[in-house]
């Protein structure tokens, strides 16, 4: 949150709700070996939170509980209402009293030491291997707890696992309802439109093909930039292409929309990332032809964005020199 100077767009949410909506994505990111539990309570108080950074810190914590369970296990969300009352001896003092709508993360798994879990909040921290985690998931867990007035709290034991607990401040406002699906659902596909989903994250990969499909269009998927260069050499028809913009494999997505324009002048691209779009200009040189979304994103921004590029003249064709 600090780092790429976001700002939040926070709306009151039963955060229950949220959590049975993004259940699928969840599931994907733990996956199969992993046994997710969802402990809802049915009375839990509304919050006042940006929905994107909420579901993104939840990810985050999932993905984190996951890389704890190499041998499988099992993670719980759990939700409650919590009371702080000024005399309580609360493990985070930053925490102000108030009534807070608690969200836990747990997992089973093999646990932080002691010497490490005090620095698990700082940006770039990781004891993972180079490569494999960029030690900013918990930092944006925390930058989105402090940045919507609440707070969050880890506790961890070796060979027993870890709970991340988020307290969000309770909101007296009321609900905001989401615009109803059917809404959304007018215009998407016309059913003759293929698009190429790509990915290198194998449970994105597989909700995205599944959200794309849903709303109407024809998939075509693939996991890196020379897999997808190879469906687009070999299919008679791809409309669109989807893809991730930071992957591994030597080809990104700003590269591969760029092959993919040379073999099929008529493609249209919508690429997405987590990053923000000064970043990419910066360090992927992503040019303004190719819009973005952002990460993560919602089934209604998704089908929104696809449909107005569907809809958008083909690019134009710059003849050889």
Not at 18 to 41: S, Y
Not at 260 to 288: F, I, N, Q, W
Request: no cysteine; hydrophobic share 40%.
């Amino acid at each position: 949150m600090f780092s790429r100077r976001q700002v939040m767009r926070p709306v009151t949410l039963n955060l229950n709700r949220v959590l049975l909506e993004f259940e699928t994505l969840m599931r994907h990111a733990a996956g199969p070996q992993i046994e997710l539990r969802l402990k809802l309570d049915p009375g839990l108080d509304p919050s006042n939170v940006d929905r994107a950074q909420f579901e993104a810190a939840i990810l985050n914590l999932v993905v984190n509980a996951r890389d704890a369970l190499p041998k499988g296990g099992r993670i719980i969300i759990e939700t409650i209402n919590v009371v702080i009352e000024e005399a309580d001896p609360e493990r985070n003092s930053d925490l102000a009293p108030g009534a807070y709508a608690m969200v836990a993360v747990s997992d089973n798994g093999v646990g932080i030491e002691p010497s490490v879990l005090s620095h698990v909040f700082e940006p770039f921290f990781t004891t993972k291997e180079v490569g494999k985690g960029s030690g900013l998931g918990l930092s944006q867990v925390y930058g989105f707890a402090t940045e919507s007035k609440g707070q969050v709290s880890i506790s961890s034991q070796r060979g027993r696992g870890t709970t991340v607990k988020l307290y969000l401040p309770r909101s007296i406002e009321a609900f905001w309802e989401t615009e109803k699906r059917s809404l959304i659902a007018k215009e998407t596909a016309s059913g003759e439109e293929t698009v190429l989903v790509v990915d290198d994250d194998e449970g994105v990969l597989t909700t995205a093909t599944e959200i794309v499909s849903d709303l109407g269009y024809h998939v075509l998927s693939a996991k890196n930039g020379q897999q997808a260069l190879q469906i687009l050499k070999e299919a008679t028809r791809v409309d669109l292409l989807f893809s991730d913009i930071v992957m591994p494999g030597g080809i990104n997505g700003v590269q591969l929309a760029r092959e993919a324009r040379r073999l099929k002048p008529k493609l249209k691209v919508l690429l997405t990332s987590g990053y923000t779009a000064a970043v990419l200009t910066d360090e992927h040189r992503l040019p303004k032809e190719f819009p973005v979304l952002g990460k993560p994103y919602r089934r209604e921004q998704l089908a929104s964005n696809l449909r107005d590029i569907i809809k958008s003249p083909a690019p134009q064709v710059i003849p050889p020199l």
